[in-house]
């Protein structure tokens, strides 16, 4: 039989592992009854005990006392058990210590590995419990691998639990070695067949949101909200800012004195990343004009049952509004909500989004000119 020492040992692994003996005891009972009925046939109504006060298991076949007995290796009739004891009823269940042969080898073999399993099991769901609730924070971790596919794992967390960061995950152009000391933002905790797997990124919008969060004061004092966020990682980011104090320029809070907030951000996190800080506002129209920045706008149409705007421009401006490849429409898109078409001056007068009377007025001046008159942003119309 399983001695002293091996509740004893449970009694250790309570204490480095916290993990309660009664666990170990439950799991072990069940294995226990489990082998039994395998090992000495499913037939007999089988179960184990283990007392770990007096360190012993027991095994007893239990029948139900019937009418009419069917089933005799699980069933006794209410005459023979009253034979036994006279207060049985129908319905009573009656143990009776058995002693299977070779029980203390299989109970030994069965020892091993429900301790095995069970370890397995409650570790795997001790881990899963410190990730599950980090969803969505960033973490500091270390580069423990890099494979040849490119992607990495970073051990995280009090117990170094390894996490994934793919190559989608990773910012274009950033490279790193074992050993680096890298900001790594949670995106998912997966529980499988295969054990907990904690999935990494730094190209998500949860990342920059992050930064954001450590690098600006007013941030965390909920003084300045992060309204929304659009990235293409690697490349560019747009983050919508509000101020809920007058006093507080959202923008230059998140920029900082001479770009110090901004520039740490960028350079040390992003690898160079460029990020435009965009006013918010409830005007959809100056929110949009607003978004297209660095380009300065002239004009924007909405149609707000479709959420669709077209947004004229300078005719000097066109590229820089639409951007590399269509970048700065495309993550402006993506930061309002709508769908935005960016037309010039030129073409918008041609297409007749522009009043006739308005386009001949401004028909001779230069787009320098244009500028200076209409200023930085307006939400449609002329001032």
């Known amino acids: 039989m399983i001695s002293k020492d091996f509740f004893s040992a449970l009694d250790d692994f309570e204490k480095e592992k916290g993990i309660p003996k009664e666990s170990f005891i439950s ?3 069940n ?16 179960e184990v005990k283990l007392n770990p006060e007096k360190a012993t298991i027991r095994v007893f076949a239990y029948k139900t006392v019937v009418e ?8 006794i009739s209410l005459e023979e058990a009253r034979e036994l004891k006279k207060t049985y009823e129908i319905g009573d269940k009656i143990a009776k210590e ?11 073999q069965t020892a091993r590995q429900v301790i095995t399993q069970t370890i397995k099991e409650i570790e795997k769901t001790q881990m899963y419990d410190q ?9 500091v971790g270390v580069v423990s691998r890099v494979k040849d596919d490119g992607t990495i794992y970073v051990e995280i967390g009090k117990n170094q639990m390894e996490g994934i960061l793919m190559p989608a995950d990773q910012i274009p152009g950033e490279n790193f070695k074992f050993g680096d000391k890298i900001k790594v933002y949670v995106r998912k905790v997966k529980d499988g067949a295969k054990g907990v797997q904690v999935v990494l990124s730094r190209s998500c919008v949860g990342f920059v949101k992050r930064l954001f969060e450590s690098e600006v004061p007013e941030i965390r004092a909920g003084i300045v909200v992060i309204k929304s966020i659009a990235r293409e990682a690697g490349y560019r980011t747009k983050i919508a800012v509000y101020s809920t104090d007058q006093n507080i320029d959202a923008g230059g809070a998140c920029v900082g004195t001479k770009g110090v907030r901004i520039n740490a951000i960028s350079n040390n996190e992003l690898n160079g990343e460029k990020i435009d800080v965009i006013p918010w506002s409830e005007d959809i129209l100056d929110f949009i004009a607003n978004a297209l920045s660095p380009a300065k706008v002239y004009m924007v149409q909405a149609n707000e049952e479709e959420k669709e705007a077209k947004v004229i421009v300078p005719d000097d401006k066109l590229s820089l509004a639409i951007g590399r490849e269509g ?8 930061l309002t909500g709508w769908k935005i078409d960016v037309k010039s001056y030129t073409n918008a007068v041609k297409m007749g989004l522009i009043d006739s009377e308005e386009s001949d007025a401004e028909s001779d001046k230069s787009a320098e000119d244009l500028l200076a008159e209409i200023g930085d942003i307006t939400s449609g119309e002329e001032e």
Do not use: H, W, Y
């Not at 002693?99 to 030994?108: G, L, T, V, W, Y």
């Not at 990730?131 to 973490?139: G, I, N, S, V, Y």
């Not at 970048?327 to 993506?334: D, K, P, V």
């Open 131 to 139: 990730f599950a609730d980090k969803e969505d924070e960033m973490l």
């Open 98 to 108: 058995i002693f299977p042969k070779d029980f203390s080898r299989i109970a030994a």
């Open 27 to 29: 799991a072990l009972e």
């Open 31 to 46: 294995a226990l009854t489990f082998a039994c009925k395998r090992n000495f046939g499913e037939a007999n109504n089988v």
């Open 327 to 334: 970048q700065n429409a495309r993550l402006a898109a993506r």
């Open 68 to 75: 009419t007995v069917e089933d005799p290796d699980k069933e």
